[in-house]
């Protein structure tokens, strides 16, 4: 089915072909159309448009309004103040769209015509090392990012650009090779497959015992040091147990990703060292084309508007001076790799606020070797950090970065709590109770994150984040599942469109925001802004509320007609929410 233009598209249209047609000579016009508290629309667009033409905004404002088709959309228009326009649809033109939204399996939102290939690189652990808080933000955020962009027609490849290569890894391989079993699972595994649990605490008692003696046993770390050039090298043994190193923490990534309720794919996971062919041949391309230039020795770009603390130009450093490549040289490949082997269109990279200058100086490089330009372009959604109630970054009482697993097991055990509340008066059973707090704790989590703003740091807080008022996850979910409940109890009854229904101010108010669905997507897509798709649904569920309050539904049962329409509200507001919450990742339990 196409998409369904918005009431606000059909009514900016007519204002604008009003303008045209009222002043010819201005050429196309934009009504700068919004919502309003006066009306349902408020268009000013006339203002400037007067002001242009040298003509007085009020009596172009009246010819606008005389030449105006209003087409059984628009039911009343007024001028107002020196002359915007405030305009208030029909009833029936509210529920007629709606219906055509309903009939449509997307909700009637559009695919965007404009539609490319975008590569968007998130959730990226380090081999070896546990996943703390400071995780969390890139994946929620690239996780939503995904959703939003393949609903709205983009081709998205998902990276994972996990940190699997480094000096590091010659004092583990070294240290595994003179104590072989380190890594091995226990009997009890299933087909010799660790869990996310134990693959960790082998990683860890592995990191700590290699660390101490590579600090305390100058021989061993003369023979660790040897083993980085093996493994640059290439050396069969040294890459096979670095393999071994990146296995094991896959398999506690992705129990990790499990508990996030996230999907990934193997295919999709390309760390650092998925570049190392290419850097070779990214620096010599960087210095032929005099993009970057040796300095005492290291290949650097050097940019008019980065300056240190003394005053002289800071440099991004593609290559180090003992010949060594460090993070921009990865980068600038994967660049070249995404545009020239994915075709990609755009590249959106979810990465901690504090490494923009590092972005901003390769993205700048990228663009003057020519691997970015006009038809490619990079940009950084850039988040910022995670906080404890105090305001301060989030760490444990003794000080430590909170383990990731610990946060998300918390959440769950809040939640499960709070369900189990109520779990009696919905006839919940033992294994929907822990089904629906898996959900609830973990689209808290989620959506505490995605309803903040990415490049703003946000509290965490568990007790606000699994209550039932305010804006939270849980209050949508438990939206949901009352609509759910209401279309229940309305038995035989069923949801009918009637737009020749007059409508009561919440139903219109909950009308109206429900058509404003598409063009929300739209813009959280082409802004990267998946707070945006939060902040709708949780208004979308506060005026469902208001409705509920004033517009009985089932009990006491309205005329029939009335009944059957607001049952269609119902089913409508209930599919809205159910999409929105799955575009952010989170679940929508049919029974709370």
Not at 38 to 66: H, M, S
Not at 545 to 559: A, I, L, S
């Amino acid at each position: 089915m196409a998409s369904v233009p918005s009431l606000a598209s059909s009514v900016n249209q007519r204002v604008a072909d009003a303008l045209v047609s009222a002043l010819p000579e201005a050429g196309a016009a934009d009504p700068l159309l919004r919502r309003s508290d006066r009306a349902d629309f408020q268009a000013n667009g006339i203002l400037a448009l007067a002001k242009k033409a040298k003509a007085n905004p009020r009596e172009l404002a009246a010819t606008v309004v005389d030449g105006l088709d209003k087409g059984g959309v628009i039911k009343e228009i007024e001028v107002s103040g020196p002359g915007f326009l405030n305009i208030t649809v029909s009833d029936e033109a509210i529920i007629s769209t709606l219906a055509a939204r309903a009939a449509d399996d997307r909700l009637g939102v559009p695919l965007n015509p404009s539609a490319g290939t975008t590569v968007i690189d998130y959730a990226q652990p380090n081999v070896a090392k546990e996943m703390h808080v400071g995780h969390l933000r890139s994946a929620v955020i690239g996780a939503a990012m995904v959703e939003i962009l393949e609903f709205t027609g983009e081709k998205v490849v998902r990276r994972h650009h996990i940190g699997d290569w480094g000096t590091q890894f010659g004092m583990l391989i070294q240290y595994l090779l003179e104590h072989p079993h380190e890594l091995d699972h226990s009997a009890d595994a299933a087909d010799g497959q660790a869990s996310g649990e134990e693959a960790m605490s082998n990683l860890n008692r592995l990191y700590k015992a290699s660390r101490a003696l590579f600090d305390s046993d100058e021989e061993f770390k003369t023979r660790a040091r040897s083993r980085v050039v093996d493994l640059q090298a290439g050396e069969p043994e040294t890459l096979a147990l670095w393999q071994r190193f990146v296995d094991e923490s896959k398999i506690y990534f992705y129990s990790v990703f499990d508990k996030l309720d996230m999907d990934i794919q193997d295919p999709d996971v390309v760390g650092e060292s998925g570049y190392n062919d290419m850097l070779v041949e990214t620096c010599k391309l960087l210095e032929e084309s005099g993009v970057a230039v040796r300095s005492n020795g290291a290949l650097c770009v050097f940019f008019e508007d980065v300056k240190g603390p003394d005053g002289n130009p800071t440099p991004l450093i593609v290559q180090k001076s003992d010949g060594g490549f460090g993070y921009a040289a990865t980068d600038l490949s994967a660049i070249r790799d995404r545009v020239g082997s994915l075709g990609a269109t755009e590249l959106i990279y979810v990465v901690d606020a504090r490494q923009s200058l590092h972005f901003k100086m390769v993205f700048e490089t990228a663009r003057r070797a020519g691997w970015l330009n006009d038809e490619v372009k990079a940009v950084q959604l850039a988040f910022g950090t995670v906080l404890g109630k105090d305001g301060k970054p989030f760490k444990t009482r003794e000080g430590e970065t909170v383990r990731l697993v610990d946060l998300l097991d918390e959440a769950v055990d809040r939640a499960t709590a709070v369900v189990r509340e109520k779990a009696e008066k919905v006839g919940l059973t033992e294994e929907e109770i822990a089904e629906n707090g898996r959900y609830v704790g973990i689209g808290a989590v989620k959506y505490a994150d995605l309803s903040t703003s990415a490049s703003r740091d946000y509290k965490f807080d568990l007790d606000q984040m699994v209550s039932l008022n305010g804006d939270t996850s849980v209050y949508l979910q438990y939206a949901y599942a009352r609509i759910r409940s209401i279309l229940r109890r309305a038995g035989d009854r069923k949801p009918v469109a009637h737009p020749e229904l007059e409508l009561a101010p919440a139903e219109r108010a909950l009308g109206l925001h429900l058509d404003g669905f598409g063009e929300l997507i739209a813009e959280a897509a082409a802004e990267h802004a998946p707070h945006k798709v939060a902040a709708y649904l949780y208004q979308l569920s506060s005026l469902f509320t208001t409705f509920y309050e004033h517009c009985p539904v089932v009990k006491p049962e309205p005329e029939p007609v009335v009944g059957e329409n607001r049952l269609f509200l119902c089913e409508l507001t209930a599919r809205t929410l159910n999409k929105g919450m799955s575009l952010l990742g989170i679940r929508t339990p049919e029974k709370l």
